[in-house]
């Protein structure tokens, strides 16, 4: 083949490979012309919660970043499961996105999910973690947890604590301290950080376990009484409340944790740009000062490979715990 040959077959081929990415890519792109291919972040949770805060935070950055309108979508229900299958099943075309919390890795062993968690999303963000703090409504005498232990031995099974739904780390945190307390109370699963944190504040539970990021303005403003905290370390912003560690809980920590997934199969290059976008927005002053400061989230902004890691561990760590206590999601 003569060298004029080659060059016009290589040229050919080079075309036609980028052709075949288009599809790909299209969706991505047409998004910053058409409104009506704007870029979507699903909200697996209802408005109000941690997820719900975090998404609306980082909205007008990425819309700047990206040159396209960012659409924040709430779509509740099944521990997260609905909002997240919406987005496995999406095309892979980087118009949907959905921002989690830790009842991802929980929800495989909670019910018969219409996707498969490992496969059919691509990890795109850990953003953070954040301890889970025990907190009582302010007309409740509990101080202390050991408070908690006491009440609960003398009237087994009365006293209520809600989490955002079952099968959340909040949940199993008040399954295992109450076993290894040796007592009972009672869960009062929410669809949400949102409801169940209007319901701790009205007194219609006597405790919420949740995490930091969603309590503690509750907690500054005098509307819960924080009494436990689930971190190796006390957080700054709750320098006075003991850990289950320093309680006589040994070896107990327990992390929320809020991370962003993709449709499977999504081009690299679209999760990497989605990705650096959201890295930078997520690093504004304001914004980190927010995420940090306000919300107590230790920041990891770690990319795929370390978040397709990390939820692989929680999945082996807590997803024994849902199936020896025999739990089930909504």
Known sequence: MSAPMKFIRREFLQLAAGAAALPALSGFVLAQTDPSRAVRLVVPFPPGGSVDQISRMVQAGLQQRLGTTIIVENKPGASGAIGTAQVAKSPPDGSNWVFVFDTHAMNPFLQT??????KDLDPVLLIGTAPNVICAHPSRPYRTFADIVAAAKAKPETITYASVGSGSLGHLTGVLLSQRAGVKIVHVPY?????????AIAGHVDLIIASVAVAMPQVAA???????????????ALADVPTALESGFAAFESYAWWGVFTAGGTPKP???RFRTALVETLREPVLNKQLVENMQITELLAGPEEQRK??????????PIVREHGIVGE
Do not use: H, S
């Open 310 to 319: 990390f939820l692989v561990e929680q999945m082996k760590q807590w997803g």
């Open 191 to 199: 669809r949400g950080g949102g409801p169940a944190m209007n319901d």
């Open 270 to 272: 679209i999760i990497e």
């Open 222 to 236: 005098g509307r819960l009484r924080a009494v436990m905290q689930t971190g190796k370390a006390r957080v700054g």
């Open 113 to 118: 999910l219409p996707f498969d968690t490992e």
